[in-house]
C-alpha cells in the first residue's frame, strides 16, 4: 500500500519481484512454471505491489535437472530429452522478452 500512496516516489525506486517454479505447494499449488504461467504471475506482483511496472523480475527455481535445497540425486528423467528441456528454457526467456517489452 505504501506505493500505492506515494507514487510521486515511484521513479526513484526500483522494484523487484519474483516468480518461482516447481516445488512450493503454495504456489500454483507446486507445479513447475511454463510461459503461459508468467503473465499470470507477473499480474499478480503487480496487483499486490500496487504499481504499474516492475523494474527487475526474477526466476527462482526454473525447471531443469539440477540438485536443490541439498536434495541430492535429482530426476534425470524431468525431461524425456536435452532437446524437450532446452526448449523449455528458451520458452521461459521467449515469455521473458515479451513482458520486458509489455
Excluded: C
Excluded at 507446486?30 to 496487483?47: F, H, P
Excluded at 527462482?60 to 526448449?87: C, I, L
Amino acid at each position: 500500500t505504501w506505493l500505492a500512496k506515494n507514487k510521486e516516489l515511484r521513479g526513484d525506486l526500483i522494484i523487484a519481484s519474483k516468480m518461482v517454479g516447481i516445488g512450493l505447494p503454495w504456489i500454483r499449488e507446486g507445479k513447475g512454471l511454463i510461459a503461459e504461467d508468467m503473465q499470470e504471475a507477473v499480474n499478480g506482483s503487480l496487483e499486490r505491489m500496487q504499481t504499474e511496472y516492475i523494474d527487475l523480475y526474477q526466476l527462482h527455481w526454473p525447471q531443469r535437472g539440477v540438485n536443490k535445497f541439498g536434495q541430492m540425486n535429482y530426476d534425470e528423467k524431468a525431461f524425456t530429452s536435452k532437446e524437450k528441456e532446452e526448449a523449455h528454457i528458451l520458452s521461459i526467456l521467449e515469455a521473458f522478452d515479451e513482458l520486458r517489452k509489455q
